[in-house]
């Protein structure tokens, strides 16, 4: 049981360039997240899934798009990466039923030069 | 609209005093309150929940609807208490979870 799967861990990008995050969970977890990390900032949710072939924007989706490709998987795509878009991303599941939880994944450092 | 204000950003204490990390929130129905923290460079992890009224690693929050606070304590702060917390806030059925924008905290030695 790994919990969230995030992919990759580390990547630097250049301007314009796209790119897809991965994200997956074995906890059979119906809702899913993405959100990004800024100092000062705090967590900002981008896009969340709250089941499967649902998705739903957030706070902050310009730039982003995303996929919920199964139960399992949600990925975050950019797809032209701007230098505001260099942030630490974490994808995230939530148990179901009451007394929820929500896991992390470990996080993605993004860099756009 | 559900929001979650942590007023303070950085909070310091000396190890042994008591800690108090504020969190407020917004929120027209009955709200399901977290509280999270991240050591450095780690994942986030739950800390606690209101609805499960536990103390974990000797911290408490409680639940004040007159108020709309989830207020964290803790009696005597310890060296590995330094970390960020974050408030969280899930409003009913909706499943988007919003969280504050954090409090580092640091205990001194």
């Known amino acids: 049981n790994a919990g969230v799967t995030q992919t990759p861990k580390f990547q630097v990008l250049k301007t314009g360039q796209s790119m897809t995050l991965q994200c997956a969970q074995d906890m059979n977890h119906n809702s899913m997240y993405w959100y990004r990390q800024d100092p000062g900032m705090g967590l900002r949710l981008i896009y969340y899934s709250a089941s499967e072939g649902t998705t739903d924007k957030g706070e902050v989706p310009n730039g982003y798009n995303v996929s919920r490709l199964n139960k399992r998987e949600f990925s975050l795509r950019l797809e032209s990466a701007a230098p505001s878009q260099t942030s630490v991303y974490f994808c995230?599941?939530?148990?179901?039923?009451?007394?929820?939880?929500?896991?992390f994944g470990e996080g993605s450092w993004l860099t756009v030069v | 609209a559900q929001r979650v204000t942590q007023p303070e950003k950085l909070l310091s204490v000396f190890k042994g005093a008591p800690v108090e990390l504020k969190c407020n929130y917004s929120y027209s129905g009955s709200p399901e309150l977290f509280w999270y923290v991240q050591y450095s460079r780690q994942r986030l992890q739950l800390l606690l929940r209101?609805?499960s009224r536990e103390s974990i690693k000797g911290f408490t929050a409680d639940l004040n609807k007159g108020e709309t606070s989830f207020h964290l304590k803790k009696p005597f702060a310890q060296e590995e208490d330094s970390a960020m917390y974050y408030c969280?806030?899930?409003?009913?059925?909706?499943?988007?979870?919003?969280f504050g924008k954090g409090t580092l905290l640091t205990v001194n030695p």
């Open positions: 209101h609805i």
């Open positions: 969280a806030l899930r409003g009913g059925s909706n499943y988007k979870l919003t």
């Open positions: 995230a599941s939530l148990t179901d039923g009451a007394g929820n939880t929500i896991y």
